[in-house]
């Protein structure tokens, strides 16, 4: 097995390969998933046949996603495009963006996957190639590019990751966000920051699609929030894996955070959507501007893209949902769609309104931490 190159946060092991494409489409806001997503048994994954597309030896994937999610990726490419190696630079949205930013004169990244959100708009239209995937045209309407260079491959449906014994100890059960008031959860509940985290971005969103945009309803919770002392984390990976270690009793996070910790055997965390409502965001991959890989990175899009790609890529996780509207892989960690309440987002209200809502965020954090 080859080592990913870590840079930035923590990093881990593996090795890999790349693919390739082109097309655009729009956007609007994000309901419910794709129903490639809904539990079931566990198909075998598919296994894509290799390429025989000649795209370079090297890939450097800038990426904010877990570990397993980078394995069934990684995996998946190489089967595909076993000569090309992949490394890794793992690290947060904030991290990875602004890095890419600095290195514009010089690109030393190909591909960033992960903590790129619908919600961005052109906040990032400067570092990233404005190039679509061959396969556009198939990813369900809601979820297609409102931007024309984000790929929008996989969604992000905001959860809650509960610790049960410490829930069981504390005598509470944790529905949904009344119950995040609870006194008894004061100091036991974590967050990341929305200002660098775009998990906590998500997670805002959902607040406000749950009690009105910019509503007094969302502002009086996320103040009773702040006022039951609230952790904000460094890293979004904290707000379940501290939660798993029993550090916090609930994390206020996303599926694909939650659902890995279920996949690998955990027995005292569970996965809580809201009672009030969850939505999810779109994110996805992009092609940096000057990539020096430029037909590795396109291809590696073409295959997180593809029906055929998610299938493959979708069933060796089990823990993500995705956009290809001819995906059809099935996966038990994840509950049905019926099974979830889901609220709309207003997905351009969010864009537009992001720095203001963190602006506001910033001040009422300030003024309650002093």
Same mark, same amino acid.
């Given at each position: 097995?080859?080592?990913? !190159?870590?840079?930035? /946060?923590?990093?881990?092991?593996?090795?890999?390969?790349?693919?390739?494409? =082109?097309?655009?489409?729009?956007?609007?806001?994000?309901?419910?998933? *794709?129903?490639?997503?809904?539990?079931?048994?566990?198909?075998?994954?598919? @296994?894509?046949?290799?390429?025989?597309?000649?795209?370079?030896?090297?890939?450097?994937?800038?990426?904010? /996603?877990?570990?397993?999610?980078?394995? =069934?990726?990684?995996?998946?490419?190489?089967?595909?495009?076993?000569?090309?190696?992949?490394?890794?630079?793992?690290?947060?949205?904030?991290?990875? @963006?602004?890095?890419?930013?600095?290195?514009?004169?010089?690109?030393?990244?190909?591909? /960033?996957?992960?903590?790129?959100?619908?919600?961005?708009?052109?906040? &990032?239209?400067?570092?990233?190639? &404005?190039?679509?995937?061959?396969?556009?045209?198939?990813?369900?309407?809601?979820?297609?590019?409102?931007?024309?260079?984000?790929?929008?491959? &996989?969604?992000?449906?905001?959860?809650?990751?509960?610790?049960?014994? !410490?829930?069981?100890?504390?005598?509470?059960?944790?529905?949904?966000?009344?119950?995040?008031?609870?006194?008894?959860?004061?100091?036991?509940?974590?967050?990341?920051?929305? +200002?660098?985290?775009?998990?906590?971005?998500?997670?805002?969103?959902?607040?406000?699609?749950?009690?009105?945009?910019?509503?007094?309803?969302?502002?009086?919770?996320?103040? =009773?929030?702040?006022? +039951?002392?609230?952790?904000?984390?460094?890293?979004?990976?904290?707000?379940?894996?501290?939660?798993?270690?029993?550090?916090?009793?609930?994390?206020?996070?996303?599926?694909?955070?939650?659902?890995?910790?279920?996949?690998?055997?955990? *027995? +005292?965390?569970? /996965?809580?959507?809201?009672?009030?409502?969850?939505?999810?965001?779109?994110?996805?991959?992009?092609?940096?501007?000057?990539?020096?890989?430029?037909?590795?990175?396109?291809?590696?899009?073409?295959?997180?893209?593809?029906?055929?790609?998610?299938?493959?890529? =979708?069933?060796?996780?089990? *823990? !993500?949902?995705?956009?290809?509207?001819?995906?059809?892989?099935? @996966?038990?960690? %994840?509950?049905?769609?019926?099974?979830?309440?889901?609220?709309?987002?207003?997905?351009?209200?969010?864009?537009? +309104?992001?720095?203001?809502?963190?602006?506001?965020?910033?001040? %009422?954090?300030?003024?309650?931490?002093?």
């Amino acid at each position: 097995m080859r080592k990913f !190159l870590a840079i930035l /946060m923590t990093l881990s092991i593996v090795a890999a390969m790349s693919a390739c494409g =082109g097309s655009p489409a729009p956007a609007s806001p994000a309901p419910a998933p *794709t129903p490639s997503s809904d539990a079931g048994s566990p198909a075998p994954a598919p @296994t894509p046949e290799p390429a025989t597309t000649d795209i370079g030896k090297s890939l450097v994937l800038y990426s904010s /996603m877990t570990e397993n999610d980078l394995n =069934g990726l990684i995996e998946t490419f190489n089967e595909m495009y076993p000569d090309c190696e992949v490394e890794v630079v793992n690290g947060s949205a904030g991290e990875l @963006t602004a890095r890419i930013t600095a290195e514009a004169g010089n690109p030393q990244g190909d591909i /960033m996957w992960g903590a790129l959100s619908n919600s961005d708009g052109d906040t &990032h239209k400067d570092i990233f190639e &404005h190039w679509l995937s061959d396969y556009e045209a198939d990813i369900i309407p809601t979820y297609q590019s409102n931007n024309g260079f984000y790929n929008l491959d &996989h969604l992000s449906t905001c959860v809650f990751c509960v610790n049960t014994d !410490l829930e069981k100890e504390l005598g509470i059960e944790i529905k949904g966000y009344a119950d995040l008031l609870d006194p008894k959860l004061n100091g036991k509940i974590v967050f990341s920051d929305p +200002n660098s985290s775009s998990a906590a971005w998500n997670n805002v969103c959902n607040i406000m699609s749950v009690y009105g945009n910019d509503s007094d309803e969302a502002w009086n919770f996320i103040e =009773g929030l702040m006022k +039951n002392k609230l952790t904000i984390s460094t890293s979004s990976s904290v707000c379940f894996k501290s939660v798993e270690t029993g550090e916090y009793a609930v994390g206020l996070t996303y599926e694909d955070g939650v659902a890995p910790l279920l996949k690998s055997g955990a *027995t +005292n965390v569970r /996965m809580v959507y809201p009672e009030e409502g969850t939505s999810a965001s779109a994110f996805g991959c992009a092609v940096i501007k000057g990539a020096p890989h430029p037909e590795a990175a396109k291809a590696m899009v073409n295959l997180l893209m593809s029906a055929e790609g998610q299938d493959a890529i =979708g069933s060796k996780l089990g *823990t !993500l949902r995705m956009t290809n509207s001819k995906a059809t892989f099935e @996966t038990p960690y %994840l509950p049905k769609t019926a099974d979830v309440k889901w609220v709309d987002r207003d997905v351009e209200w969010c864009t537009e +309104n992001k720095a203001a809502v963190l602006e506001k965020w910033n001040t %009422l954090w300030a003024s309650i931490n002093g």
